[in-house]
Each structure stands twice: as C-alpha cells, then as structure tokens.
C-alpha cells in the first residue's frame, strides 16, 4: 500500500497561504482603457496631470471587473474601494460601487506618476517614436529622464505611504483600489525587492493582488485579466 493510500498520522500536507491575521488584502486595479491621444488635442490636465475619460471599451472592462469582484465571498469580499483624484479610477469603479453600494475613498497619493512634458497623453505617443529621451527612459528604468517629470524617489514613497496607510484602516479586510499602470508597477516592484520597471505593463482592467501586514508586502498575484477574457 502506498504512503498516499496510507499515511501516517504525523503526514502534513504542503502548506497553503491563508492571510495572517489582521493582514490587509489589496487589490489594485488598473482602470480601463480610455480615449485614444492625440498630439493636438491634449486631455484635459487635473492637478498638471492628464485625465482622460474611459472609452466604450474601458467601459466594458469596468463592468467586467465589476461581476468579479462583487462576487467575492467569505474572508475575500470587498470591504472598501478606493479611487484616485483622475476620473478614470472613478470610471472604472463606478459599476462595483452601484452593485455593493459602497462609497468610494480618495486616495491621491495613487495616482499616475507625474510625466512632467510628456503628460496630457503625450508619453504614449512619445514611447511610439521610440527616440532617445525614451530609450534612456527604459534602459534606466527612471521615470524622471522625461523633462519635468516626478523624481523616483518621491513616487516611490508616496505609493508606499499611500498603501501602508489604506492596510492600516483596513485591518483583516479587503480593499479594492483602482489606481494606474505606474502605481501598480511601483508597489510590486517595491513589494518584490525587483527592478523599479519589472512590472510596468499592466493590463487595463487587470488586478494584482498585494497582501500587507506589519509593514510586509507579500505578492499574491500580478495581471489577472481571467475576467477580461471573451466570454
């Protein structure tokens, strides 16, 4: 008889995560897809920042991740819901907050990174061309090599501040946070001890999942788009 027909008594299993206690489960969405850009017609700008408003398809998105999340259960269903001050945070989270009646939360210090000139729209076309100020940008893995933009190291600690303070109102709960691509690359890269660019790239819609307890950030998962799939 084999030891798995037959195990003894002092046979443990492989061990599964469970949230510690008194942790807070973070998830950061990055809003939907917005508008497209253009060079000459800027989005408008709030607070110096760009702030387009979703477009048809970032609309959908929102209320694909608006079925998932509302049917969070048990130890995982929502407790809170966070936006930025940019519109499109607000956009996304709208069809969740009508289906739990929720009242969403500002928290500012998450949202984008500051692109200095290239901001009302201009970094996508800017990182399209391919030119030097955007190579360098990527090479380095430094935000502030666009002319004007927010130094690292402040972004670095705002998001930080940002997040150990919403776990800190949020003990044993889960916090869903809608926020931006810089946002979610600079807590994970953070959380990881990785490259400050490792995970840039999230996908609109996309949740990641940080798990945050006594000043410990424990990735749990990056990019999930399982409901953003084609049904």
């Not at 499109?88 to 709208?94: I, M, P, S, Y």
Request: glycine share 10%; charged share 30%; proline share 6%.
């Amino acid at each position: 008889m084999s030891e798995t027909e037959n195990p003894s008594s002092d046979a443990v299993r492989q061990l599964r995560f469970e949230r510690p206690p008194g942790a807070t489960s973070i998830l950061l969405v990055r809003h939907g897809e917005t508008v497209p850009a253009r060079e000459d017609a800027p989005f408008r700008l709030v607070g110096g920042q760009g702030d387009p408003e979703l477009d048809p398809r970032g609309r959908a998105q929102a209320d694909r991740i608006a079925d998932r999340l509302a049917a969070f259960r048990n130890d995982e269903k929502i407790d809170a819901i966070y936006v930025t001050n940019l519109r499109r945070t607000a956009e996304t989270a709208a069809p969740l907050v009508q289906c739990l009646g929720i009242e969403p939360a500002v928290e500012s210090r998450l949202r984008e990174v500051f692109l200095g000139e290239w901001e009302g729209g201009l970094y996508r076309i800017r990182v399209l061309e391919n030119g030097p100020i955007a190579q360098r940008m990527l090479a380095e893995e430094r935000w502030e090599v666009i002319p004007g933009a927010e130094p690292d190291d402040e972004f670095a600690r705002r998001v930080k501040d940002g997040i150990d303070d919403i776990a800190s109102r949020h003990p044993g709960q889960t916090v869903a946070v809608f926020t931006h691509g810089g946002v979610i690359g600079r807590a994970l890269a953070q959380a990881s001890g990785s490259r400050p660019f490792a995970f840039l790239g999230a996908d609109n819609g996309s949740i990641s999942h940080l798990v945050v307890v006594g000043g410990r950030w424990v990735v749990r998962s990056y990019n999930d788009t399982a409901h953003l799939e084609e049904r």
